[in-house]
């Protein structure tokens, strides 16, 4: 069960301004059957660009409904510059606040909006800048790293919650987390854990690094290397040849063999030298 | 206001005869189980009594019961028990339209170095038998499938399946949660290997399930703990639930023809009652193999939640398979599987009843719900008004 404000409820059992406003000034539609919720918005000025009638219809949840009737509270009584003003932060505030599940509500109002106000100016609606992040919802580069900003956001959920990006099929995720690290100035996580070696493929895999990394590095210095043994993360191993008399044999095993294999085999792996 | 509760599938409410065979192991038999002395064998013989009751439901054998906390831990406890028999086998076989239980692991063992494969449904949601067939492996470790889904109320030909599986010495295990209690499960006469349910499903208390193993089945504990359950579930055990679900599972069984007869007519009084009164409305899963108690209806251009809030206001409970969480607005997975098309899939309410509904309450929702309906749809922008194509035809 949502934790609706009292605003919120009463906007939604009682709705103000639904329907349609024939001969609407300007016409703002957003969202989609299949988007899972949607918002057509009219209105009408009278000749000093005051907004005296306004109408919604929306087909969603609860928040998206009061959304769009406080919206048009709102808008009534003020100039087309000032309606224009509104944000979908004012929205929220009017209701008391919406969870945050729910903030994508009051974000579809702002947009529906603005694309009513663009209809009445004769303007196209700007195409979007940017690149399309999240096909399911249309939504871009520039539009998610807008939001982070504004919202300071910090996780693929809360932007999802904030612009709808990433609640779809969920193939955008990546390149909104990708953002989030720009945006807080880190390298991209990548969240791949090793994956877990049985003892037999460690061994191969060991053996196979020992072959093709190792052992020809250390046979053009006229040494060889040689496995003993396997315990756990302990990597047993026997140096032949120079090596096996090399002042620096430990700073081999440590700097050179050790590092090869924690980088090919695994990376909590130790090298210990027996006799 | 009176409330008038459908959705029993959620959740149910306890048996007053249950409340009484609990409140005395709370207060008087309280000891522990596992003590040496008189006074806790008398916890230990409400528990006893309690294991021989769900075996009577189920015709088992008391020791193939295994006590557990919930429906989620005994689907998790034979997902685990099967791959740890199995350790070579790397394949799991469920369906599109699990409860989450099995779904969320489906996804965490595919993580993991298992392959799932999920068998899809038809638009009534029923399975697709010929690619369950198809998939069984050598590699399958185990096969699960839920006996009755939870949101539409479909039942799956479970005994036909774990015959066709146990021939190919795979393990199968089906999340009856849902039916038990509700139809009748007979496990001497299926090949069943593990069968989980969930105590406040059927009218015990919330925080107690079960897990059927088969006698030879190969068994790993998931909590492993102290020797209860036979070894096979540490942990002190939840005596005063346990007596509850063997109380719960003892009026189930005296109730299940009730639930055949008398709840399935009023089911089927709601479910004719809404659909003729509100247009564009269409009943969701095969309406011939399915739980007596569940009906799931779209109502198309509308959304779930609205609807739910809406009948809160007059004291309806129900579900909806359209959450609206977070920005995702994913409807339903089991009504995405079975292809309902966005405009029903949205706007779908599941209705579950119980022994404890009456007509009245019935006749109630059909004489309110069809305006709630209209409001809705007269502040939809989708909603043309009587003219309006109803997108989908029963
Ligand atoms: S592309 Fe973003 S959710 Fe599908």
């Known amino acids: 069960m949502w934790e609706y404000s009292d605003k919120v409820k009463e906007h939604f059992l009682n709705p103000r301004n639904v329907g349609v406003v024939e001969n609407a000034d300007g016409i703002g539609e957003v969202g989609s059957m299949s988007c899972g919720d949607a918002l057509k918005l009219t209105f009408k000025l009278d000749e000093n660009e005051i907004i005296t009638d306004v109408k919604f219809q929306t087909f969603g949840c609860a928040s998206a409904i009061a959304s769009s009737s406080a919206l048009t509270e709102m808008m009534i009584g003020k100039t087309l510059s000032e309606a224009e003003k509104i944000t979908n932060d004012d929205i929220v505030a009017f209701l008391g606040g919406l969870p945050k599940e729910k903030m994508h509500c009051s974000v579809m109002g702002q947009e529906a909006l603005e694309k009513a106000i663009a209809c009445y100016r004769g303007v196209p609606v700007e195409e979007k800048e940017g690149e399309i992040v999240c096909e399911c919802f249309g939504v871009t580069d520039l539009e998610i790293q807008r939001a982070l900003k504004e919202h300071n956001l910090s996780a693929v959920e809360d932007v999802t919650n904030y612009i709808k990006a990433g609640g779809g099929c969920g193939k955008c995720h990546e390149r909104i987390q990708e953002l989030i690290n720009e945006f807080k100035g880190h390298e991209p996580v990548i969240d791949k854990k090793p994956e877990k070696l049985s003892n037999i493929k460690k061994i191969k895999l060991i053996e196979e690094t020992l072959e093709r990394e190792i052992k020809p590095a250390l046979k053009k210095d006229g040494g060889d290397i040689e496995l003993v043994d396997v315990d756990g993360s302990k990597i047993f191993v026997k140096l032949q040849g120079a090596c096996s008399s090399c002042s620096a044999a430990q700073i081999t095993l440590k700097e050179f063999v050790e590092k090869k294999l924690c980088e090919f085999v695994s990376p909590d792996l130790v090298v210990e030298e027996v006799s | 206001m009176n409330t008038i509760y459908f959705d029993n599938n959620a959740t149910t409410c306890a048996a007053p005869e249950v409340v009484d065979e609990m409140l005395p192991m709370l207060t008087e038999f309280y000891g522990n189980p596992s003590s040496m002395y008189k006074f806790a064998k008398k916890a230990g013989d409400r528990i006893h009594e309690a294991r021989q009751r769900l075996a009577d439901i189920l015709n088992a054998m008391p020791e193939e019961i295994v006590f557990t906390s919930c429906g989620t831990e005994s689907d998790s406890t034979a997902i685990w028990a099967a791959i740890r028999a199995n350790p070579e086998k790397r394949h799991i076989l469920t369906?599109?339209?699990?409860?989450?239980?099995?779904?969320?692991?489906?996804?965490?063992?595919?993580?993991?170095?298992?392959?799932?494969?999920?068998?899809?449904?038809?638009?009534?949601?029923?399975?697709?038998?010929?690619?369950?067939?198809?998939?069984?492996?050598?590699?399958?470790?185990?096969?699960?499938?839920?006996?009755?889904?939870?949101?539409?109320?479909?039942?799956?030909?479970?005994?036909?399946?774990?015959?066709?599986?146990?021939?190919?010495?795979?393990?199968?295990?089906?999340?009856?949660?849902?039916?038990?209690?509700?139809?009748?499960?007979?496990?001497?006469?299926?090949?069943?290997?593990?069968?989980?349910?969930?105590?406040?499903?059927?009218?015990?208390?919330?925080?107690?399930?079960?897990?059927?193993?088969?006698?030879?089945?190969?068994?790993?504990?998931?909590?492993?703990?102290?020797?209860?359950?036979?070894?096979?579930?540490?942990?002190?055990?939840?005596?005063?639930?346990?007596?509850?679900?063997?109380?719960?599972?003892?009026?189930?069984?005296?109730?299940?023809?009730?639930?055949?007869?008398?709840?399935?007519?009023?089911?089927?009084?709601?479910?004719?009652?809404?659909?003729?009164?509100?247009?564009?409305?269409?009943?969701?899963?095969?309406?011939?193999?399915?739980?007596?108690?569940?009906?799931?209806?779209?109502?198309?251009?509308?959304?779930?939640?609205?609807?739910?809030?809406?009948?809160?206001?007059?004291?309806?409970?129900?579900?909806?398979?359209?959450?609206?969480?977070?920005?995702?607005?994913?409807?339903?997975?089991?009504?995405?599987?079975?292809?309902?098309?966005?405009?029903?899939?949205?706007?779908?309410?599941?209705?579950?009843?119980?022994?404890?509904?009456?007509?009245?309450?019935?006749?109630?929702?059909?004489?309110?719900?069809?305006?709630?309906?209209?409001?809705?749809?007269?502040?939809?922008?989708?909603?043309?008004?009587?003219?309006?194509?109803?997108?989908?035809?029963?």
């Open chain 2, 95 to 394: 369906t599109r339209v699990e409860h989450s239980a099995i779904k969320n692991m489906g996804e965490y063992l595919s993580h993991n170095g298992y392959k799932v494969t999920y068998v899809p449904v038809d638009s009534r949601g029923n399975l697709d038998l010929d690619y369950f067939y198809d998939h069984l492996t050598n590699d399958t470790a185990i096969v699960s499938i839920m006996w009755a889904n939870n949101e539409t109320g479909v039942t799956f030909p479970i005994e036909e399946l774990a015959q066709k599986v146990k021939q190919r010495g795979i393990v199968f295990h089906t999340d009856a949660v849902q039916a038990v209690g509700k139809i009748p499960i007979d496990m001497s006469k299926n090949n069943v290997d593990m069968l989980s349910l969930s105590g406040h499903k059927l009218h015990g208390p919330k925080g107690v399930g079960a897990l059927y193993v088969r006698k030879g089945t190969k068994f790993s504990p998931f909590l492993i703990g102290g020797h209860q359950e036979s070894g096979r579930r540490g942990g002190t055990e939840n005596t005063a639930s346990i007596a509850g679900l063997g109380k719960a599972a003892q009026l189930a069984a005296v109730h299940m023809e009730e639930e055949n007869t008398r709840v399935r007519k009023l089911r089927d009084s709601l479910e004719t009652g809404l659909i003729d009164r509100i247009p564009c409305s269409i009943i969701n899963g095969d309406t011939k193999n399915r739980l007596p108690n569940t009906t799931n209806i779209s109502f198309e251009y509308i959304e779930g939640e609205s609807i739910l809030l809406m009948m809160d206001e007059l004291g309806i409970c129900a579900s909806s398979g359209s959450a609206c969480t977070s920005g995702s607005l994913e409807p339903s997975h089991v009504l995405r599987a079975m292809g309902v098309p966005f405009t029903a899939a949205h706007g779908s309410v599941r209705f579950s009843l119980s022994i404890y509904n009456t007509q009245e309450e019935v006749d109630y929702v059909i004489e309110k719900l069809p305006p709630v309906i209209e409001r809705l749809r007269a502040m939809s922008p989708f909603w043309k008004g009587p003219e309006t194509e109803c997108e989908i035809k029963s």
